[in-house]
């Protein structure tokens, strides 16, 4: 399980992000995670709310946002949803394909008082 150590990285960012805005109070912290990623979004709020504890985060809420794996075709230029890792062209067959997205982990949108 890695999500508790992701965790810390996001609520370290809030954090610090939150300070640079003199904020008292973090309202909404939207995350975007890659489905690539595996990270489990559950693990990864019960995560930040325990690590949250104490912090000006306590009460944030928490909105994982799940990016989905999307592929391009080298070949063809083709542009498409990548499902149970299978990394071929459904125009042309190729398998030499680029991830485009699906990789992200992190801190979109913050709302801070
Ligand atoms: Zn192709």
Sequence with gaps: MHE???AQGILDIVLNTAAQHGASRVGLVRLLVGEMTQVV???LEFGFSALAVGTIAQNANLEVIIVPVTGKCVCCTQQFNIRQNQFQCPDCQSFN???ISGRELLVDALEVE
């Design 4 to 6: 508790m150590a992701i």
């Design 41 to 43: 979004p559950q693990s």
């Design 97 to 99: 394909i680029e991830i």
